[in-house]
């Protein structure tokens, strides 16, 4: 196996991902972030609002429209309901991700191997992973603008001028702005493009920065185009969405400068590597390339400074960090592959063995938590295939174990990845399985069947409503502020939401109407953490004579 990943680095990587994330893609739930871009992406569909862009109604203009587009897409060819299909192209960039850091590594001068860890690190790193049942469209921004600074490195490292990777470099920086504004220009590109010209600055050229210049420009001009265009077809709208979201930055989820220091931790099971890898006094006489090694630092630094200055600030903000931060991690990799048997001193092999070893014996424990399940928790189905891949799991841990025991890193990444297939294909089923035992009839389909309405009974929401609802309702609800709002039909079903201050009892006008108590709805799954803003009450009024 270890040969065909050296001969198949991109298809491995591919497939890596393919048999990570697909098979169970559909059977997390539908977060508040998902549940906006989806509502999104189905406007578009159903009133084709592809440019001026809706939820539930309402402008929208927060995010530009580009990863809607590609979900719109999807949702065309695998249905507007399926959860899969709408996270499908966010998976598609997870493989441009770990394809375009092995790209990049080799034009960075590093060989095969080296550049599938940095690659392998990038796609397997725990925040990228759990990004796709988030949704937010940093995913977008930041692959594409991998692939713009692909296109500036090939175009510094070429004698001649070719426009292809000129085009490509526009390209990735126009989309990347398409997909969240001047996020990633900011936190991906601009230490980019600091690191690059400090460290490779005598290979730096007139000639080349000028052509820079002319990327930057055209390839933001293309990006902005959309925010231009709805600032001239909607500018009210525009002018207020705005407002709030440039306040945001100053006073929204404000957290202390040192928020991020602990920005390592998100590339999950790489945390120990990736922070050895950032102590540049005990790196810089070990790795295979030293100035590459001091760019890819020097980049993963300036990021977390530059991030680390505006005030708002959150987990998933930290996304671009793990591109030059996986690369950063892979020198570390990479010396150990290529000296760890020879490696005597205890202050180099403990941390090995403890980054590794808890890798073993987690996948030894996860298959332990199958076994209690079916001998202890008797109350929770475990599907078969779960035990069938817990024995596997447990096989693995061991092995794994066992070559870290013989100083052979290269068979523990190997059995690392498939250790993660096997985690993936043995909880996946379990989680489907409870999924199913677990949510009753409190969601929209069983509550219509419950009341025996039709669905085409008008809805309404009471002051508010949340994007979940609106998600899993399957069309707009449009949301009134007083009941003397509702002006045709006799009978109406209105959700108040759980733990609104002003309760729907309280309106002067419910006494026009006859109520019944009202039927409470819950779209909150068991076992998981209870959201008021996913229940609510549902009151049927229907006007008096």
Same mark, same amino acid.
């Given at each position: 196996?270890?040969?065909? =990943?050296?001969?198949?680095?991109?298809?491995?990587?591919?497939?890596?991902?393919? =048999?990570?994330?697909?098979?169970?893609?559909?059977?997390?739930?539908?977060?508040?972030?998902?549940?906006?871009?989806?509502?999104?992406?189905?406007?578009?569909? /159903?009133?084709?609002?592809?440019?001026?862009?809706?939820?539930?109604?309402?402008?929208?203009?927060?995010?530009?429209?580009?990863?809607?587009?590609?979900?719109?897409?999807?949702?065309? =060819?695998?249905?507007?309901?399926?959860?899969?299909?709408?996270? !499908?192209?966010?998976?598609?960039?997870?493989?441009?991700?770990?394809?375009?850091?092995?790209?990049?590594?080799?034009?960075? /001068?590093?060989?095969?191997?080296?550049?599938?860890?940095?690659?392998?690190?990038?796609?397997?790193?725990?925040?990228?992973?759990?990004?796709?049942?988030?949704?937010?469209?940093?995913?977008?921004?930041?692959?594409?603008?991998?692939?713009?600074?692909?296109?500036?490195?090939?175009? !510094?490292?070429?004698?001649?001028?070719?426009?292809?990777?000129?085009?490509?470099?526009?390209?990735?920086?126009?989309?990347?702005?398409?997909?969240?504004?001047?996020?990633?220009?900011?936190?991906?590109?601009?230490?980019?493009?600091?690191?690059?010209?400090?460290?490779?600055?005598?290979?730096?050229?007139?000639?080349?920065?000028?052509?820079?210049?002319?990327?930057?420009?055209?390839?933001?001009?293309?990006?902005?185009?959309?925010?231009?265009?709805?600032?001239?077809?909607?500018?009210?709208? !525009?002018?207020?969405?705005?407002?709030?979201? /440039?306040?945001?930055?100053?006073?929204?989820?404000?957290?202390?400068?040192?928020?991020?220091?602990?920005?390592?931790?998100?590339?999950?099971?790489?945390?120990?590597?990736?922070?050895?890898?950032?102590?540049?006094?005990?790196?810089?006489?070990?790795?295979?390339?030293?100035?590459?090694?001091?760019?890819?630092?020097?980049?993963?630094?300036? =990021?977390?400074?530059?991030?680390?200055?505006?005030?708002?600030?959150?987990?998933?903000?930290?996304?671009?960090?793990?591109?030059?931060?996986?690369?950063?991690?892979?020198?570390?990799?990479?010396?150990?592959?290529?000296?760890?048997?020879?490696?005597?001193?205890?202050?180099?092999?403990?941390?090995?063995?403890?980054?590794?070893? %808890?890798?073993?014996?987690?996948?030894?424990?996860?298959?332990?938590?199958?076994?209690?399940?079916? %001998?202890?928790?008797?109350?929770?189905?475990?599907?078969?295939?779960?035990?069938?891949?817990?024995?596997?799991?447990?096989?693995?841990?061991?092995?794994?174990?066992?070559?870290?025991?013989?100083?052979?890193?290269?068979?523990?990444?190997?059995?690392?990845?498939?250790?993660?297939?096997?985690?993936?294909?043995?909880?996946?089923?379990?989680?489907?399985?409870?999924?199913?035992?677990?949510?009753?009839?409190?969601?929209?389909?069983?509550?219509?069947?419950?009341?025996?309405?039709?669905?085409?009974?008008?809805?309404?929401?009471?002051?508010?409503?949340?994007?979940?609802?609106?998600?899993?309702?399957?069309?707009?609800?449009?949301?009134?502020?007083?009941?003397?709002?509702?002006?045709?039909?006799?009978?109406?079903?209105?959700?108040?939401?759980?733990?609104?201050?002003?309760?729907?009892?309280?309106?002067?006008?419910?006494?026009?109407?006859?109520?019944?108590?009202?039927?409470?709805?819950?779209?909150?799954?068991?076992?998981?953490?209870?959201?008021?803003?996913?229940?609510?009450?549902?009151?049927?009024?229907?006007?008096?004579?």
């Amino acid at each position: 196996m270890i040969t065909l =990943v050296k001969k198949r680095p991109i298809l491995t990587i591919i497939l890596l991902v393919v =048999v990570l994330l697909l098979p169970f893609l559909g059977v997390m739930e539908v977060t508040i972030m998902e549940a906006r871009n989806f509502i999104t992406a189905r406007e578009m569909l /159903t009133d084709g609002n592809w440019i001026l862009t809706t939820m539930n109604g309402e402008a929208r203009y927060q995010k530009p429209p580009l990863p809607t587009w590609l979900t719109a897409l999807s949702a065309m =060819v695998f249905g507007i309901k399926s959860v899969w299909g709408l996270r !499908f192209p966010a998976v598609l960039m997870i493989m441009l991700l770990g394809s375009m850091l092995y790209t990049l590594s080799r034009k960075l /001068t590093l060989d095969k191997s080296h550049s599938f860890y940095n690659g392998l690190i990038g796609i397997t790193s725990l925040y990228v992973i759990l990004i796709i049942f988030e949704a937010p469209w940093d995913m977008y921004a930041h692959t594409f603008m991998l692939v713009g600074i692909y296109g500036i490195v090939q175009v !510094f490292r070429t004698a001649e001028t070719d426009w292809k990777y000129i085009l490509l470099a526009v390209l990735g920086i126009s989309c990347s702005v398409l997909s969240k504004g001047p996020v990633s220009v900011y936190a991906l590109l601009l230490p980019f493009l600091i690191s690059y010209g400090i460290i490779f600055r005598k290979s730096n050229t007139t000639k080349k920065w000028i052509q820079l210049s002319g990327i930057l420009v055209l390839g933001l001009v293309l990006g902005f185009s959309w925010y231009l265009y709805v600032r001239y077809a909607d500018p009210e709208a !525009f002018a207020t969405i705005t407002s709030k979201e /440039t306040g945001n930055w100053t006073s929204y989820n404000v957290r202390p400068i040192y928020y991020y220091w602990s920005f390592f931790t998100q590339s999950g099971l790489w945390t120990i590597p990736a922070f050895i890898g950032l102590l540049y006094p005990y790196l810089k006489t070990r790795v295979s390339n030293l100035k590459v090694y001091q760019f890819t630092l020097l980049w993963t630094l300036l =990021v977390v400074v530059l991030l680390s200055v505006i005030p708002e600030k959150k987990s998933r903000y930290l996304m671009p960090v793990l591109i030059p931060l996986a690369m950063n991690t892979g020198f570390y990799i990479e010396y150990l592959v290529r000296r760890f048997k020879e490696l005597k001193d205890k202050r180099e092999t403990i941390p090995v063995y403890i980054a590794f070893g %808890v890798i073993g014996l987690a996948f030894i424990g996860a298959a332990a938590s199958a076994i209690y399940l079916l %001998v202890i928790e008797t109350s929770i189905e475990v599907p078969m295939v779960s035990y069938v891949f817990a024995g596997l799991l447990t096989v693995i841990g061991i092995l794994l174990l066992k070559k870290l025991y013989q100083k052979s890193i290269e068979g523990v990444i190997v059995l690392l990845m498939v250790g993660l297939v096997a985690l993936v294909f043995g909880l996946g089923p379990l989680h489907i399985k409870n999924k199913e035992v677990s949510k009753d009839h409190f969601g929209f389909d069983g509550f219509f069947k419950e009341v025996g309405i039709d669905k085409t009974t008008p809805i309404y929401a009471y002051k508010n409503t949340s994007p979940e609802m609106v998600w899993a309702r399957g069309e707009k609800i449009l949301v009134i502020e007083d009941l003397s709002d509702l002006k045709e039909g006799d009978i109406f079903y209105i959700i108040d939401c759980q733990e609104c201050e002003e309760s729907i009892e309280n309106d002067e006008q419910m006494s026009k109407f006859k109520y019944n108590e009202p039927y409470f709805i819950n779209l909150n799954y068991e076992g998981l953490e209870y959201k008021d803003r996913k229940a609510g009450y549902v009151y049927k009024l229907t006007k008096r004579e």
